[in-house]
């Protein structure tokens, strides 16, 4: 009996283990890409962006914000596992009803997955089913989501003002993104 509850005891040690390792991951490997910062009414939020893992994305996102892409823009979709925003209709409240149906235009026409799960603070594109056809619109994980693993791109990881990512509603503002360069290394 003593043998079991030892045999039971280094089990759960070894998957709380793999499950810290599975958490940590995608942020300890974010470090040196560069990053989104966004400005709205509730604070500041950092995002690192995975510009090795997947960069066809990342260089998409990057031309976009620099072109003042999403600023203006609001929230458009709060749910108690994520954060969304990206949609250019989201800057006319009168068409609230569209917001999260449209895009930049320019699919990215490339489905990048790669070694990044959906942990807090993942950033990811969404899709409308099909990898390739992602575009612009960006969503946040404020809850580890296993189930979307594999399915959308994992563009980044939010660094600072995951307390902000908590707080945002639906028509939150998005004053301004912008792109900062990669640390040096």
């Known amino acids: 009996m003593r043998q079991l509850a030892l045999s039971t005891v280094m089990a759960l040690l070894v998957l709380t283990g793999l499950a810290a390792q599975r958490a940590t991951t995608p942020a300890a490997s974010a470090a040196g ?12 939020i950092e995002i ?23 600023r203006g823009q609001r929230i ?5 596992s994520l954060v969304q925003f990206g949609d250019p209709t ?21 489905a990048e997955f790669n070694k990044h ?26 809850v580890a989501s296993p189930s979307l693993d594999g399915k959308y791109v994992v563009v980044g990881q939010v660094i600072k ?3 902000v990512v908590d707080k945002l509603q ?11 360069a990669a640390d040096p290394k």
């Not at 890409?33 to 500041?44: D, L, N, Q």
């Not at 995975?50 to 976009?64: E, M, N, T, W, Y």
């Not at 458009?76 to 108690?80: D, G, K, L, P, Y």
């Open 117 to 142: 799960l959906h942990v807090r603070g993942a950033v990811a594109l969404a899709n409308t089913g099909n990898a390739k056809y992602a575009d612009c619109q960006l969503y946040i994980m404020k």
């Open 170 to 180: 639906v028509a939150d503002l998005l004053k301004t993104v912008m792109i900062r």
């Open 48 to 70: 690192r962006l995975f510009q090795a893992d997947a960069p066809k994305s990342v260089a998409h996102i990057i031309g976009l914000a620099n072109k003042n892409f999403y």
């Open 90 to 110: 989201s800057r006319d409240v009168s068409k609230r009803d569209w917001w999260g149906r449209t895009s930049s235009g320019d699919p990215i026409g490339v």
């Open 33 to 44: 890409g560069p990053v989104m910062a966004i400005e709205t009414p509730k604070g500041a």
């Open 76 to 80: 458009h979709r709060v749910e108690a």
């Open 161 to 163: 003002g995951m307390d």
